[in-house]
């Protein structure tokens, strides 16, 4: 799987002047101490959660040119050494530090400013403590600072969030229409997160569909909030299915059980061809449906109570 966590970054500049910071601030041929720095999607796969003592030199981030209805967009990895607690127990306090390090990685891309305010950019890590500290560092030595406190980024209320009534809303078009945008089907509802009341958490895996008495009882009881969803989608432009979590921060995981017909992506650009999408072309179709459906506000969320108070009666042979 391919985990998405997006940043929006108060940078309207261009790509090009990205990469002086970026090789300001590579990851060092032979680090004497635990390192962090930038390198390159090329680079040879083996350094990646392997010990710090494999020696390699990082390559050079890329741009790559505007095509299919991405605009230019900096590639760029990030690696990062993380002390194995596990090793350094087996091996000593008074052992080499690179003996008890593994050197981590990510991947990032960075899409370049079209007009809207600020600049986009995907991290291929959602975990808290790898956002926290690792992938805060790279956007700070990636993007240039003009003021003590560094650069502004925000993480969790991007445009592109979503709230919870947004995965109410992918139930009742799972329920009604198998439609999430006019080239955009839904197949499966695979799993759905919830929060009930008194903040007690529920996933429902397996089968989320509308037709569940246990999810039907949180929506018909209207107190409980629903996020994030895995789902299968299609998408009729780019005749691909999707295989996906949503998230809350306008985020995504995408399995690579993802694929696109008649078109075989390599290991390696298959997760870059999916992120790719996913954000420029099939989740703002998504979110767009979503923000202009006045069937929804007007009586489509009532349809949904309703629907899951049959449900419940049924079940009870009320």
């Given at each position: 799987m391919i985990s998405v966590k997006p940043i929006r970054v108060a940078y309207n500049g261009k790509l090009d002047d990205l990469l002086i910071e970026i090789e300001d601030n590579k990851y060092p041929t032979n680090p004497t101490a635990p390192s962090e720095g930038f390198g390159s999607l090329q680079d040879e796969m083996a350094v990646v959660n392997s010990s710090t003592e494999m020696v390699f030199r990082p390559g050079?981030?890329?741009i790559e040119d505007p095509g299919n209805g991405a605009p230019r967009r900096l590639r760029v990895r990030y690696y990062y050494d993380v002390l194995n607690k596990t090793l350094l127990r087996l091996l000593g306090q008074h052992s080499d530090w690179k003996a008890t390090y593994v050197r981590?990685?990510?991947d990032i891309t960075v899409y370049e400013n079209t007009g809207e305010d600020g600049t986009s950019v995907l991290v291929s890590a959602r975990d808290a403590p790898t956002v926290k500290n690792p992938v805060t560092n790279a956007v700070k030595a990636m993007f240039p600072s003009f003021g003590p406190g560094g650069v502004s980024m925000e993480m969790d209320t991007i445009p592109e969030s979503v709230i919870s009534d947004f995965f109410l809303w992918i139930l009742y078009r799972f329920q009604m229409t198998q439609q999430l945008a006019p080239d955009v089907s839904i197949s499966w509802v695979e799993e759905m997160a919830s929060k009930d009341g008194m903040r007690r958490?529920?996933?429902?895996?397996?089968?989320a569909a509308f037709g569940r008495v246990d999810l039907?009882?949180?929506i018909a009881g209207g107190n409980a909030h629903f996020g994030p969803a895995k789902i299968e989608i299609r998408d009729a432009s780019l005749d691909a299915n999707f295989s996906l979590e949503i998230h809350f921060d306008g985020g995504f995981v995408v399995y690579r059980s993802s694929h696109y017909a008649g078109i075989?992506?390599?290991?390696?650009?298959?997760?870059?061809a999916l992120s790719d999408d996913l954000w420029i072309t099939v989740l703002p179709k998504i979110r767009d449906e979503y923000n202009k459906d006045t069937e929804w506000t007007s009586v489509g969320r009532d349809k949904l109570t309703e629907l899951a108070r049959e449900t419940i009666r049924a079940s009870l042979n009320f």
């Open positions: 050079t981030a890329r981590k990685a990510f958490g529920a996933r429902f895996t397996d089968d039907s009882s949180l075989h992506h390599s290991s390696e650009y298959l997760g870059l």
